[in-house]
């Protein structure tokens, strides 16, 4: 087990407790290796969403879903690696070519002797590759394997967590996409009306129709997001504030469950 002092300084000062707590998760439940992590690290960028953080959440979730699924262990560390390289130098907006960037960025940066670290060869390369371009959002359900399911459903998996994890998420996403509007960020408006649309979206245009994760794993340990929204869209407006406060916090997520949940109970 990976102890709290040997832990690097983690890049993303934000939620640094959060980070920490997948780290040890990912490496005391997987192949992967600590100097294998830390260089995905380094290819991860401070944006407010498409972070560090971010990356080690859709690790996590891909190992959960994975052993929900009883997929193997070379399997899943195949596809942790794409979860690792998925966002590898993203510019914090879509810009089109954002998986293509990851996709080089895991031939010019991962060596044969970081893929032997964690029981994988250059052999396993093209399956990474297509698992990387599988996270293309258009893509999203049109696989031709259906393995690609599952880190399209764990790059989005917060929205199936439960009200506390969708909140905590989306704050930082917010911020990413107030950037690009030229708008001054409003949780109140990102999660009374815009939440419902995208969830709708995704839904409507996957093949599998009223469906919103596509693999059976996450089906069997993720809730609809609908459901969670449902849950979220009944407190107050301040709590939406409060959660945007607490964007940047250097705090666990339970005391962060702990800060929003005393509120709800005060509504």
Excluded at 26 to 36: A, F, K, R
Excluded at 68 to 96: E, I, M, Y
Excluded at 203 to 230: C, H, W, Y
Aim: with cysteine; hydrophobic share 40%; net charge negative.
């Amino acid at each position: 087990m990976l102890h709290k002092e040997t832990l690097w300084p983690l890049k993303n000062v934000f939620r640094c407790q959060i980070n920490e707590d997948h780290i040890r998760f990912i490496l005391d439940n997987s192949n992967m290796h600590v100097q294998v992590m830390q260089k995905i690290m380094d290819l991860c960028i401070d944006n407010p969403y498409h972070n560090y953080g971010h990356t080690l959440g859709v690790m996590r979730t891909i190992l959960e879903i994975c052993k929900a699924q009883s997929v193997d262990r070379k399997k899943t560390t195949q596809l942790l690696f794409a979860g690792g390289l998925h966002d590898a130098f993203h510019p914090g907006v879509a810009t089109g070519t954002d998986e293509l960037v990851s996709v080089f960025a895991m031939y010019e940066h991962i060596t044969d002797r970081d893929l032997s670290l964690c029981g994988l060869s250059s052999a396993d390369r093209p399956f990474i590759r297509d698992m990387i371009m599988a996270t293309v959002f258009s893509k999203r359900g049109k696989a031709d394997d259906p393995i690609a399911f599952i880190i399209q459903d764990a790059d989005i998996g917060y929205l199936g967590k439960d009200p506390y994890i969708y909140l905590f998420a989306s704050m930082g996403l917010l911020d990413e996409f107030s950037s690009v509007a030229f708008t001054e960020p409003d949780p109140v408006r990102f999660i009374r009306i815009e939440q419902k649309p995208f969830i709708d979206m995704v839904i409507n245009m996957s093949p599998m129709k009223n469906t919103f994760f596509l693999s059976e794993g996450a089906q069997k340990i993720l809730i609809d997001p609908r459901k969670v929204l449902d849950q979220l869209l009944q407190w107050p407006d301040r709590i939406y504030w409060l959660a945007y406060d607490l964007r940047q916090a250097d705090i666990s997520i339970d005391q962060f469950i702990t800060l929003i949940d005393r509120q709800v109970q005060l509504s």
